[in-house]
């Protein structure tokens, strides 16, 4: 079956860290390109960091610049994001993503809820 399964939330407390990871299977993931995405209660959809390929070149959104890190191991098919220094608004389901080839996000985890609390 070609999935997506993150795993990793739960409640962290303010300045903490957590690390998110999202196992690929059903499909060949080094072939792919893939992102972080996230939804805070009633926001869009934000794209939080991408990843290419061989995971060498990484994006972040500004506002987890420097305390987000974006990861893969190809040999595991696993997608990391290791994320510091955690603020309020960080609270929000995390999906691991897959870029398809038509540049659309044509595979989705079912996410997994981040919540940053005292």
């Known amino acids: 079956e070609v999935q997506l399964v993150e795993s990793g939330g739960g409640l962290v407390q303010p300045g903490g860290l957590r690390r998110l990871s999202c196992a690929a299977s059903?499909?060949?993931?080094?072939?792919?390109?893939m992102r972080w995405v996230r939804q805070a209660p009633g926001k869009e959809f934000e794209r939080v960091s991408a990843?290419?390929?061989?995971?060498?070149?990484?994006e972040y959104t500004d506002s987890v610049k420097g305390r987000f890190t974006i990861s893969r191991d190809n040999a595991k098919n696993m997608l990391y994001l290791e994320m510091n220094s955690l603020k309020s608004e960080d609270t929000a389901v995390y999906y691991c993503v897959r870029l398809g080839s038509m540049g659309t996000y044509d595979l989705w985890g079912q996410g997994t809820q981040v919540t940053v609390s005292s």
């Open positions: 059903g499909f060949t993931f080094s072939s792919y390109h």
């Open positions: 990843v290419n390929l061989g995971g060498d070149t990484t």
